[in-house]
C-alpha cells in the first residue's frame, strides 16, 4: 500500500489532478490589460471640475436666503435641531400713511447659518411660513477654516439667485384647487351639498321626533304648559307679533393688508449692475444684487 505525501495530498486536491503554477507578473498584466481597456473606452462619467454637473431642481446643496420676504419670526431658528441659525433684528416705528396708529415693523440685521453644524435636514426651508428660505444647488463653498463656514445674509441672498424653478406639472396633471374652491367632503369623500339624505338621516312616516324636536315635558311642581288647541286660540285671536330679526351673519374676518408693492429704482439697478459686470461677477447674480439694491433704494424715497 502506497503512502501519499502532505504535498502531493496538497496537489491533486479540488480539481483531481496536479496543481498548476502561474509564472510570476501574471497579476501584474492582468491589472494592466484591465487599465488599457478602460483607457480605451469613453468615459460614463462627468470629469469634474472640468465638467459642471446638471443638477435636479429639487437639489439640496445649500439654503439660500430672501430677505424681503423675511419677517423675522425666529421660527426657523427655534425649530432647527443644531441651533446653528443666528438671527439679530431691532423694531422700527414707522408713521401712518393716512392717518390711524403708527406702525411697528421688525427689521433684520443679521441672518447667518453655521454650515459646519448644519446637518442639511431641511426643517427651517420646510416651517418657514413666508417662503424665505429655498433650497440652492451650490455646494461649492468649501473653506480653509471652519470658522469660516458661518455665512452671513449676504451670502446666502446671492445663493437665492441661482434657485432653478420647480419642474413644470407632468402632462395631463391638475393643478390644486385653492381653498376656496373646494367643496366640503365627509368621510366617504362625497361632497355634502350634492350629497343626498343617507336612510338613518331620513325619518321613517309615524316615528317619533328625537328627543331634541320632541315637546318639553312637564316637570313635576311646575306649571303645566297649556294644550296645543289653547296655545292655537290663543294664536288666532291675538295678531302675530313681528318675527324678529334674523340674527346678521357673522363678517368675514378682514384681510390682512398686502405688502406695498414697490418698482426698483432704474437709476440705481443699472449703476449696480454695471459694476457688479465690470468685477466679473456672474450676469444672473449680478442683476439680482442689482434688483435687490434699486427695491431698497425706491423704498428709502418712497419713505422720506
Same mark, same amino acid.
Given at each position: 500500500m502506497a503512502i501519499r505525501t502532505g504535498q502531493e495530498v496538497g496537489a491533486g486536491a479540488g480539481d483531481g489532478g496536479p496543481k498548476r503554477r502561474s509564472l510570476p507578473g501574471t497579476g501584474l498584466i492582468k491589472g494592466l490589460g484591465v487599465t488599457l481597456k478602460h483607457m480605451l473606452q469613453r468615459s460614463i462619467t462627468q470629469e469634474y471640475p472640468d465638467e459642471k454637473p446638471d443638477l435636479p431642481p429639487r437639489t439640496r446643496g445649500v439654503i439660500a436666503l430672501k430677505q424681503e420676504n423675511c419677517t423675522v419670526c425666529w421660527k426657523c431658528s427655534r425649530e432647527c435641531p443644531d441651533w446653528c441659525i443666528y438671527i439679530e433684528?431691532?423694531?422700527?416705528?414707522?408713521?401712518?400713511?393716512?392717518?390711524?396708529?403708527?406702525?411697528?415693523? /421688525?427689521?433684520?440685521?443679521?441672518?447667518?447659518?453655521?454650515?459646519?453644524?448644519?446637518?442639511?435636514?431641511?426643517?427651517?426651508?420646510?416651517?418657514?411660513?413666508?417662503?424665505? @428660505?429655498?433650497?440652492?444647488?451650490?455646494?461649492?463653498?468649501?473653506?480653509?477654516?471652519?470658522?469660516?463656514?458661518?455665512?452671513? /445674509?449676504?451670502?446666502?441672498?446671492?445663493?437665492?439667485?441661482?434657485? @432653478?424653478? +420647480?419642474? $413644470?406639472?407632468?402632462?395631463g396633471a391638475e393643478p390644486m384647487p385653492s381653498p376656496e374652491e373646494e367643496p366640503i367632503r365627509t368621510g366617504g369623500g362625497e361632497p355634502v351639498a350634492s350629497r343626498p339624505p343617507s336612510a338613518a338621516e331620513t325619518p321613517a312616516p309615524g316615528a317619533q321626533p328625537p328627543a331634541e324636536m320632541a315637546p318639553p315635558r312637564a316637570v313635576p311642581g311646575t306649571a303645566e304648559p297649556p294644550p296645543a288647541r289653547a296655545v292655537a286660540a290663543t294664536a288666532d285671536a291675538e295678531p302675530a307679533a313681528p318675527a324678529a330679526p334674523? $340674527?346678521?351673519? +357673522?363678517?368675514?374676518?378682514?384681510? #390682512? $393688508?398686502?405688502?406695498?408693492?414697490?418698482? #426698483?429704482?432704474?437709476?440705481?439697478?443699472?449703476?449696480? !449692475? $454695471?459694476?457688479? !459686470?465690470? /468685477?466679473?461677477?456672474?450676469?444672473?447674480?449680478?442683476?439680482?444684487?442689482?434688483r435687490a439694491a434699486a427695491i431698497r433704494a425706491a423704498r428709502r424715497k418712497a419713505g422720506g
Open positions: 433684528s431691532h423694531k422700527e416705528t414707522h408713521p401712518p400713511v393716512s392717518g390711524g396708529r403708527a406702525r411697528s415693523v /421688525k427689521v433684520l440685521d443679521r441672518f447667518a447659518i453655521d454650515y459646519a453644524l448644519c446637518m442639511y435636514c431641511g426643517i427651517c426651508v420646510e416651517v418657514c411660513p413666508f417662503d424665505a @428660505l429655498f433650497w440652492a444647488p451650490d455646494f461649492e463653498y468649501a473653506e480653509y477654516d471652519i470658522l469660516n463656514m458661518v455665512h452671513e /445674509k449676504d451670502r446666502l441672498e446671492e445663493w437665492t439667485y441661482r434657485v @432653478l424653478p +420647480p419642474p $413644470a406639472l407632468e402632462e334674523a $340674527a346678521a351673519a +357673522p363678517s368675514p374676518p378682514a384681510r #390682512p $393688508a398686502e405688502a406695498e408693492h414697490v418698482e #426698483p429704482d432704474q437709476e440705481t439697478l443699472d449703476r449696480v !449692475l $454695471a459694476e457688479e !459686470l465690470a /468685477k466679473g461677477t456672474d450676469r444672473r447674480v449680478a442683476e439680482g444684487r442689482a
